[in-house]
């Protein structure tokens, strides 16, 4: 072999040595967000894992504040972090079917009434857990409920449910989905404004 051809094997060899397989992409559950709202709202009710990064703006009892939010979604279970001012900070809440579980900015571990009565001191409301894995997608949750469609498409706009008005201010793609991406919760004395700026499966 020539020197040239040599030098050649070896710049290949290189070349291929620098190549690494990409990681396959993450699985796209939804129809996409261009699909008919009669494919997707099937698909998103189905939805049980996913995750989103976003941040809030909370309005309760003449304060306010806002604050980065992180939601986990899995089977049987979500997680929660509020990070901001307030003593907000650091405040972890994990729910699994019948159980929920609070860390606060102290450290401090609560379970059950005294979980849910540290949230409500720290928001100034009872937050929706049960529904939240709902609302977050634009869905009411199982159960009663008004909903506000759009008459030429049927999405969902917005709705009614357990004292609570959520609407879909934006909406954006996400997840193979049309997903909100700018969405308000109110109740006489509380408004909760959600916006999302990562959706990941």
Not at 50 to 75: D, E, H, I, M, T
Request: overall charge neutral.
């Amino acid at each position: 072999m020539t020197r040239v051809s040599a030098l050649a094997a070896l710049a290949v060899l290189a070349m291929l040595a620098g190549c690494r397989t990409a990681p396959p992409p993450a699985a796209i559950p939804g129809p996409g967000a261009e699909a008919p709202w009669s494919e997707q709202r099937p698909a998103l009710e189905k939805l049980d894992r996913y995750s989103l990064n976003g941040k809030v703006a909370v309005a309760a009892n003449g304060q306010g504040f806002s604050a980065s939010l992180r939601y986990l979604q899995q089977p049987g279970r979500a997680e929660l972090a509020l990070d901001g001012p307030l003593g907000i900070g650091g405040m972890r809440i994990a729910l699994e079917e019948n159980s929920l579980a609070v860390t606060n900015s102290r450290g401090e571990a609560l379970d059950g009434e005294a979980a849910r009565a540290e949230i409500e001191h720290r928001l100034g409301f009872e937050l929706p857990l049960d529904e939240l894995r709902w609302w977050l997608l634009g869905l009411p949750a199982p159960g009663q409920s008004e909903i506000d469609a759009a008459p030429d498409s049927g999405e969902i706009r917005g709705f009614l449910q357990n004292g609570w008005r959520v609407t879909i201010n934006t909406r954006a793609p996400g997840l193979g989905f049309s997903l909100p991406q700018r969405l308000t919760a109110e109740r006489s004395g509380a408004r909760l404004k959600l916006f999302v700026e990562r959706w990941q499966p």
